[in-house]
């Protein structure tokens, strides 16, 4: 997946999200961890994908993330409710980390500014 100057979306909606652009978290049902690059309020890929990826049903009218999953070369697509936050996260291994983001504090990454 090429994301070469990927928008970062700052909108009213992600006040509801549960997690945040930046964010490491792990998925409940699969164990990997990840780095949140994006966030769609509701789900925004096609009904035959959801049929085929989304074994468990999650709800499509809440945000579904944008997932940089650690030590692969993938991003996934995940609902809210299957992931969780990490009392102590950890950096992650992806070669596409430095197209969103610029560093990792120890909690959270830090996205790139935009230029004026």
């Known amino acids: 997946m090429q994301a070469q100057n990927a928008p970062h979306r700052t ?18 049902l699969f164990g990997y961890l990840g780095v ?13 994908w959801y049929e085929q ?3 468990s049903c999650p709800p499509q009218n809440q945000p579904w993330y ?4 650690h030590n692969g070369i993938q991003s996934s697509y995940v ?26 504090n120890g909690q959270h990454y830090a996205v790139f500014q935009k230029a004026n």
């Open 11 to 28: 909108a009213p909606f992600q006040q509801s999200c549960k997690f945040t652009v930046g964010q490491v978290v792990e998925h409940k």
């Open 36 to 48: 949140i690059f994006d966030i769609d309020p509701v789900f925004m890929l096609s009904d035959e």
């Open 53 to 55: 990826q989304a074994r």
């Open 66 to 69: 944008h997932v940089l999953v």
């Open 79 to 104: 609902a809210e409710r299957n992931l969780q936050a990490l009392s102590k996260p950890e950096q992650i291994n992806h070669p596409a980390l430095g197209e969103y983001f610029q560093s990792f």
